[in-house]
């Protein structure tokens, strides 16, 4: 699975827009973005992920490059409750033994 | 409907003394993977269940084990708890094996004193 890259940490304005990027240069053609989020002491939560077209939900929107190589993540209107540690991950959509993997992922903090 | 559950939530064990611990899934849900996470080493993968057959394990040692039932519900074991054995296991359920689309539990939290 292609590897990741995203910020340690950034912060945000409650009631705008949180554009979380994430860098995937080496991601394959069959490679799907996902994004996850934990809230302090929860179990990750599923967003959104998405192939090569941009994909949005009630949640977020997710914006691919034409190239495939980043993405980012939209909270189109942050409340102090997404304050949570946001992961890319990217992987093919299914396929027995494979997992799921976690890296550091951007802490996201909402500011009142 | 009902997400994953996980059992019991907070758990305090000896080193040395071994533990099990108990997930539920979505109903309909065959998979099910297990996660360690530490302050340390972040989100680790543990091993999936699939069918009752384990479908993908990670890299930890035999002393971590687990299982799943006709009905879906998992559980893992640690023997000869250790220390670095406290965190928090996560259980996640999905569809389908190696799915991505995982729903996740609260977690059990494992302290080894």
């Known amino acids: 699975d292609a590897k990741t890259t995203q910020p340690t940490s950034m912060d945000c304005a409650e009631g705008r827009a949180a554009n979380l990027p994430c860098n995937h240069s080496t991601i394959s053609g069959n490679e799907y973005v996902y994004w996850y989020r934990q809230i302090h002491s929860q179990g990750p939560q599923y967003i959104i992920h998405g192939l090569k077209n941009n994909e949005t939900n009630e949640m977020a929107s997710l914006i691919i490059t034409e190239d495939r190589k980043s993405s980012t993540l939209i909270l189109p209107h942050a409340t102090l409750r997404d304050t949570a540690v946001y992961y890319c991950i990217v992987r093919v959509y299914s396929g027995s033994a494979r997992q799921l993997t976690f890296g550091s992922g951007t802490q996201l903090t909402v500011l009142p | 409907k009902a997400g994953v559950t996980q059992t019991p939530r907070y758990l305090i064990k000896t080193r040395g003394q071994q533990v099990t611990l108990s997930c539920s899934p979505i109903s309909g849900h065959r998979s099910v993977s297990w996660y360690q996470q530490t302050p340390g080493q972040g989100l680790q993968f543990l091993f999936e269940y699939f069918s009752e057959t384990q479908r993908n394990k990670g890299n930890f040692p035999g002393r971590f084990s687990g299982r799943q039932f006709s009905n879906s519900r998992s559980e893992m074991n640690v023997s000869t708890l250790e220390l670095g054995d406290s965190a928090l296991y996560l259980c996640?359920?999905?569809?389908?094996?190696?799915?991505?689309?995982?729903?996740f539990g609260q977690g059990t939290r494992l302290t080894v004193v």
């Open positions: 996640a359920s999905s569809l389908e094996a190696g799915g991505t689309e995982a729903f």
